[in-house]
């Protein structure tokens, strides 16, 4: 039976922790990570309407885009919102997941499903961030234990590299060690210096995977203390695999602002809040900038790529006037809520493939706004 700590797993694999901002509250929020799991519901706010559906559905499990614990709290009573909220949760067996910014930055994440909607290429981010989310292993080990070692380390994660799996390198060497009072060496004595033939074992492994592998090789390492070093990868990757917050792409052909918004308008969730646009209606579009949610802090990193619309939620009147009046590209402001809902397919199709169980979307909009007008 899979249980919450295993899916937990498959979802930091995909969306690091280590990817999320520094103000975020990413990870598990409620629920026992040794229960088992074999329906996972998904979307992209915890209200109390989902709560009460991910129970009615026989979830044992919500996965959620925006963290229900973002803001401090000194309560979770039964009689306040966020405390009825969690209690729904813990009451009806289903166990409370975010990945917020670590899904925007990761890839595939909400930016790339945005990006798909709109009709562009994923390229590079509009912020990358450096790093692989990859480390690299050197374990010593007595040659003997070496394939059943390598064998739990792989079980677990470890070894993988694009298409190939069980990947390692080894190479022959001796250790030396004197075991003192207090210790129990699996060789050796007590007081004397010891020194015998030992592998060392490279891989790789998800940095996601790095607490977990510890407690596989502690268990299974037949030394009390093994030998064993974690380094980080460099960032190798081209800008258009990076990680980081937005996206730049390119349209298979150009059309007009005024056409592309009406693309952005027929491919994304229908809200009432509808869909924007500011800049010369009949300018030509080609190369877009998207950022799933709230945009308005990467409108100057924006102004400087060369785009000829930026694509976000919940820009403000003053900064747009400010970045325009700068020169920047159009922009077209959706809903937050539209520009990344889409995603909980995504998370749900990769959960389904990785982990095996049974996945469904909460498809109530939980889009704040429920009625737009315009003057008669």
């Given at each position: 039976m899979t249980t919450v700590a295993e899916i937990r797993s498959v979802l930091e694999d995909a969306y690091p922790p280590k990817l999320a901002e520094s103000w975020d509250a990413v990870g598990l929020i409620c629920g026992d990570p040794a229960s088992p799991v074999d329906t996972v519901a998904f979307a992209l706010d915890c209200t109390q309407a989902v709560a009460?559906?991910?129970v009615a559905s026989g979830a044992q499990m919500l996965v959620v885009h925006?963290?229900?614990?973002?803001?401090?709290?000194?309560?979770?009573?039964?009689?306040?919102?966020?405390?009825?909220?969690?209690?729904?949760?813990?009451?009806?067996?289903?166990?409370?997941?975010?990945?917020?910014?670590?899904?925007?930055?990761?890839?595939?994440?909400?930016?790339?499903?945005?990006?798909?909607?709109?009709g562009i290429s994923s390229g590079s981010?509009?912020?990358?961030?450096?790093?692989?989310?990859?480390?690299?292993?050197?374990?010593?080990?007595?040659p003997a234990n070496a394939e059943a070692l390598k064998s739990a380390l792989f079980a677990a994660g470890a070894g993988q590299i694009d298409n190939y799996q069980d990947c390692s390198f080894e190479v022959s060497g001796t250790g030396e060690f004197t075991p003192v009072v207090g210790a129990d060496p699996t060789i050796g004595?007590?007081?004397?210096?010891?020194?015998?033939?030992?592998?060392?074992?490279?891989?790789?492994?998800?940095?996601?995977?790095r607490r977990s592998l510890i407690t596989v090789l502690r268990e299974v390492h037949p030394f009390e203390q093994p030998a064993f070093d974690i380094v980080e990868l460099a960032d190798t990757d081209s800008a258009e695999n990076s990680y980081g917050l937005?996206?730049?792409?390119?349209?298979?052909?150009?059309?007009?602002?005024?056409e592309f918004t009406q693309q952005v308008a027929d491919r994304l969730p229908v809200t009432c809040w509808g869909v924007r646009a500011a800049g010369d209606p009949e300018s030509i579009v080609k190369k877009v900038a998207v950022s799933s949610g709230s945009g308005d802090?990467?409108?100057?990193?924006?102004?400087?790529?060369?785009?000829?619309?930026?694509v976000t939620s919940d820009l403000r009147?003053?900064?747009?006037?400010?970045?325009?009046?700068?020169?920047?590209?159009?922009?077209?402001?959706?809903?937050?809520?539209?520009?990344?809902?889409?995603?909980?397919?995504?998370?749900?199709?990769?959960?389904?493939?990785?982990?095996?169980?049974?996945?469904?979307?909460?498809?109530?909009?939980?889009?704040?706004?429920?009625l737009s007008a315009h003057s008669s």
């Amino acid at each position: 039976m899979t249980t919450v700590a295993e899916i937990r797993s498959v979802l930091e694999d995909a969306y690091p922790p280590k990817l999320a901002e520094s103000w975020d509250a990413v990870g598990l929020i409620c629920g026992d990570p040794a229960s088992p799991v074999d329906t996972v519901a998904f979307a992209l706010d915890c209200t109390q309407a989902v709560a009460e559906q991910a129970v009615a559905s026989g979830a044992q499990m919500l996965v959620v885009h925006h963290p229900l614990l973002l803001r401090g709290v000194t309560s979770v009573a039964a009689d306040t919102p966020k405390g009825k909220v969690i209690h729904t949760l813990i009451t009806g067996g289903v166990a409370l997941f975010a990945a917020h910014t670590n899904a925007d930055s990761a890839r595939p994440g909400v930016n790339d499903r945005l990006a798909e909607l709109v009709g562009i290429s994923s390229g590079s981010p509009i912020l990358p961030r450096g790093g692989t989310n990859l480390d690299k292993w050197g374990v010593q080990v007595p040659p003997a234990n070496a394939e059943a070692l390598k064998s739990a380390l792989f079980a677990a994660g470890a070894g993988q590299i694009d298409n190939y799996q069980d990947c390692s390198f080894e190479v022959s060497g001796t250790g030396e060690f004197t075991p003192v009072v207090g210790a129990d060496p699996t060789i050796g004595q007590v007081g004397q210096h010891h020194s015998d033939v030992e592998l060392r074992i490279e891989f790789v492994a998800p940095a996601a995977k790095r607490r977990s592998l510890i407690t596989v090789l502690r268990e299974v390492h037949p030394f009390e203390q093994p030998a064993f070093d974690i380094v980080e990868l460099a960032d190798t990757d081209s800008a258009e695999n990076s990680y980081g917050l937005g996206r730049i792409g390119e349209l298979p052909e150009a059309m007009t602002l005024r056409e592309f918004t009406q693309q952005v308008a027929d491919r994304l969730p229908v809200t009432c809040w509808g869909v924007r646009a500011a800049g010369d209606p009949e300018s030509i579009v080609k190369k877009v900038a998207v950022s799933s949610g709230s945009g308005d802090s990467l409108l100057d990193a924006v102004r400087g790529l060369g785009v000829d619309v930026f694509v976000t939620s919940d820009l403000r009147h003053h900064p747009v006037d400010e970045y325009l009046r700068a020169g920047g590209p159009p922009v077209i402001d959706t809903a937050h809520w539209a520009s990344e809902f889409p995603w909980t397919a995504q998370a749900a199709e990769l959960v389904q493939e990785r982990a095996g169980v049974d996945t469904e979307i909460i498809e109530l909009r939980t889009d704040p706004w429920t009625l737009s007008a315009h003057s008669s």
